[in-house]
Structures are given as C-alpha cells and as structure tokens.
C-alpha cells in the first residue's frame, strides 16, 4: 500500500513537472509595457521630427528583451519634397544601426531616400513626385541589438 501511495506521489511530480517546464518555456522572454498610440503627425508646412522611443519594464537597467521600441508619433504624414529626421530618445544610448537604421521596405526603397547622422540620427528624403499619389509606406526601425519595429509613413 504505501509503495503503491510513493508511486502515485512520484507520477504526479513528474506530470506536475513537466508540465511546468513547458509553461516556463514558452513564456521566457519579459514582454515589455504596452505604449501609449500617439496620432500621426501631419507635417504639412514642412519637414517632420520623429523620436524613437522604448517602452521598458525596468528602465533602471534597460535591455533588448525588457523594451521596447516604437515611433513617436507612430504614423507621419508627410508631402513629396520633404525630409523625415528620426532621432532615439537617448535615455538608454541605444545607436541605431548604422547600415540600415532607418529603411523603407524593398518595393519603395527608392522613394524615401535615408542617411546615417551619427549614431543617433537618421534622414530620410521624400523623392516622390508632386503629384504621385497619396499612399501608405511601411518602413522599418533597426536599433543595435533589438527586433524591428515597422511603422508607416502616409504620401499626401
């Protein structure tokens, strides 16, 4: 009988067990605080100012799996003729990557055309025409050591 009650014991420790492992396995990375959506910017008179921003859990000692990164404002509305500046909020010092920091996606890499400023600063000018047409473009973030973050720009 108390063999039979060992047994017992020992099987559900193990289920318990492994079953616990699985659980801790698949939620290993800390997820950082959502952000607040801040609405886009209409830079309509001229150029526009974006700040890379990171939402940390623990901001005392910031690192790619605690934070994470997103625009402010989160969506640009900007004309044909103009200039986007990207710089990080240097709270932490991350650098951008200095061979793609900022980058439009393959399909509209020739309409935004975007240069390193240092390792905090990118440009990016808007090479479209006056009168190309008003449409959506996805770009990308890369911060040394994060994932991508990828919001858009509008063509007004």
């Known amino acids: 009988m108390q063999t039979k009650m060992i047994v017992t014991a020992l099987v559900t420790a193990v289920v318990f067990g ?35 921003k990171f939402a940390c859990i623990t901001p ?20 044909p003729g103009k200039q986007i500046k990207f710089t990080i909020d240097n709270t932490y010092g991350f650098p951008f ?20 400023n240092g390792n905090q600063k990118y440009k990016c000018d808007n090479t479209l025409a006056a009168d190309a047409p008003i449409e959506a473009y996805k770009y990308q973030i890369h911060v040394t050591g994060f994932d991508i973050a990828d919001p858009w720009v509008v063509n007004y």
């Open 18 to 52: 492994v079953a616990g492992w699985f659980v801790a396995s698949k939620t290993a990375k800390v997820k950082p605080p959502p952000h607040e959506h801040i609405n886009p910017n209409k830079c309509s008179s001229g150029d526009c100012n974006v700040t890379i």
């Open 60 to 79: 005392a000692s910031p690192t790619a799996d605690t934070c994470d990164i997103y625009a402010d404002p989160e969506v640009v509305l900007i004309k």
């Open 97 to 116: 990557d200095q061979t793609d920091g900022i980058k439009f996606t393959s399909s509209n890499s020739g309409s935004f055309v975007c240069t390193p």
